[in-house]
């Protein structure tokens, strides 16, 4: 069973499309994350939810939107892409709010906006 | 501010030789945990040490230990013997004691040769 699984892998999209990337996590952790990883592998926060509520939201563009359902689930929708966009986006999850333990990562997905 | 630095961008290595990255983290926060993550060719983020600011015992897992030196803000991480199968690039993370985000470095790639 894939502990932090996320779909899809690979997402290739035109310049002004509104997209969604969806991620899950069966490990019963609290916390729930997105991570950036831009072209030269600099990894970088963007959100993180604990128990549904927004705790984290590290001044990314109004096109991101994360969402959580539930604290199982926490969705990544972009709207109105850009080129600058492109990057390879992790979720990923942790048993606290993350000072104390670590995070397992999602495999991530590639978005490639042309 | 909070910041980790691996200074080393690049490494190359011949199968079994020893190799140690470096990681020099800045923080104010007087508990604080330390992470390395490794991240193969296929691109996923693999949990590997979590250490806390408490415990500056040297660890070992196998062919692989690691180096927690608060005087000197370091922790580094030792690949004894070195295979072709540790080439991946390696981030060393810490986590803020408020958020729990993780702040990475800058990644190390290692590329172990034949």
Request: aromatic share 12%; glycine share 6%; charged share 20%.
């Amino acid at each position: 069973d894939t502990a932090v699984s996320q779909t899809p892998k690979y997402l290739v999209t035109q310049m002004g499309n509104d997209k969604s990337i969806k991620c899950e996590q069966n490990l019963g952790h609290d916390t729930m994350y997105w991570y950036k990883q831009d072209s030269k592998k600099f990894l970088k926060i963007m959100f993180s939810y604990n128990n549904k509520e927004l705790i984290i939201n590290e001044t990314v563009p109004n096109r991101f939107s994360p969402k959580s359902p539930d604290k199982a689930h926490l969705n990544l929708h972009i709207n109105s892409l850009e080129l600058g966009d492109s990057a390879v986006y992790f979720c990923a999850s942790s048993q606290d709010r993350g000072q104390f333990s670590e995070a397992f990562f999602g495999q991530g997905t590639r978005l490639t906006v042309v | 501010a909070q910041k980790v630095t691996q200074a080393q961008t690049e490494i190359s290595v011949v199968e079994k030789e020893d190799v140690t990255l470096d990681c020099v983290y800045e923080t104010r926060d007087t508990t604080y945990y330390l992470f390395w993550y490794k991240q193969p060719p296929s691109g996923e983020l693999v949990f590997l040490i979590r250490r806390n600011s408490f415990d500056e015992q040297n660890e070992i897992s196998g062919r692989y230990s690691w180096n927690f030196q608060k005087s000197t803000s370091s922790f580094n991480f030792t690949i004894t013997a070195s295979q072709v199968v540790d080439s991946a690039v390696y981030f060393c993370a810490l986590s803020d004691g408020n958020t729990g985000k993780l702040i990475f470095g800058q990644g190390t790639t290692l590329q172990v040769k034949p």
